[in-house]
């Protein structure tokens, strides 16, 4: 074999496969195809829920890690940890690397031919401008409010972006989802792959990168709305999404994979690369209706409690993490937090005392309107219509279950081998 050989690895966030391939009846795949069904084994990680999370899994894949032993339980804390990633295990190798939005990774690398930061995770893009200007303009559009107006400049910083990184090949793709777009809001999720799927191809192609990693996440984002809308999964489930949420006849499941299918092909015409493909988890069908809702504004909302604080970083969903600037402002935080979920008799917030900060999320799980007010001391409610965005009804729940790909070897039983199947192929000794 070439002992000059190069591997892609593919994060394809949470897809579950055995659904997938029950579409294979109905459609003819480039690229989850029979050879690709006949190379796919299934990986498993975590047995408790609590640890079935994406920036939890992802980061034992680039550490090769299990959850207990790298203790990184929330995105964007891989900044404050200093393990060594796959990604410069490759690179003291001797080997060059570059990365698209890897949840939840730190750049550590020396002289990375191309890193882009994932949406939700602080650290640096490099080694151009251009890249941070791309990796802080997605972060932005991805982190907005959906109650929000996206403010112009990011769309003409988005435009600008889309310009220099469009491809003609993937035009048709483009016009289709772009059009559809305003009805289908899924296809915004897909747009936004489809953009990293572009700059992913251009810098492969300029930069010939020995190791290359990009992370998908709009499937992830499509099963957890849209999972019950699946032609394989209303039969099976008891619940069904209302009709004001998306149309009975809509399958975003069904199109979310054709679409996969169309853009993951276009890797396998690429020369001298190997291909792994990994979900990390998977989702299965939610075993019960649950709402999702974010924070209108996670300031106004923390001084209407009195919350004396540093700073407030919204994190994906309904997630954010409040800095103190000492102890007496974190502990009446912590007060007022535990005094709302008593006087409500039902959890509104779970928080993580981390010290010096909180990380709290908002986890009302039923729906909310004009009706649903809260206690926020002895006497005051407050209604949390006013202060909520609808996000989504929840349609998929995490699982252990995994899978990964590969067109070169698979001894990966826990998804943490990922790590060691990636280092072992960049020993000299395997492609003599």
Known sequence: MNNNKKLIFIQLNEINFDILKKYSSKFSFKFFNNSFFDNLKNTYSEKDYDLLEPWIQWVSIHTGKTAKEHNIFRLGDIKNFSYEQIFEKIEKKGKTVGAICPMNAKNNLINPEYFISDPWTNTISSPSYWLTFVAKNISKIVNINSHKKIPFKIYINILIILIKSFRFYNFKIYLNLLVNSFVKKWNKALIL?????????????????????????????????????????????????????????????????????????????????????????????????????????????????????????PRMTRDFLISFDNEKDLQDAINKFNSINLLNKKKIFNYDNRKTSLFVSLVIPDEIDENYTIFINQKKLISMKNHVTFVALKNGMHSSDGYVFSTWKNNITRIDDIFHEIDTFFEPSMHK
Request: net charge neutral; charged share 20%.
């Open 193 to 313: 792959d489809l953009l990293l799927h572009d700059i992913h191809i251009t810098f492969l192609k300029k930069k010939n990168a020995d190791f290359s990693t990009i992370f998908f996440n709009a499937g992830a984002h499509i099963q957890h709305h849209y999972f019950f809308n699946s032609v394989f999964v209303k039969n099976d489930s008891a619940f069904k999404n209302p009709s004001w949420y998306i149309k009975n006849n809509y399958d975003p499941i069904k199109e979310m994979i054709l679409f996969y299918d169309n853009i993951l092909y276009e890797y396998t015409k690429l020369k001298n690369y190997e291909i792994i493909l990994a979900t990390g988890l998977s989702q299965k069908p939610y075993d019960r209706l649950k709402y999702y809702y974010r924070l209108v504004d996670h300031e106004n909302f923390l001084n209407i409690l009195k919350v004396n604080f540093s700073t407030v970083e």
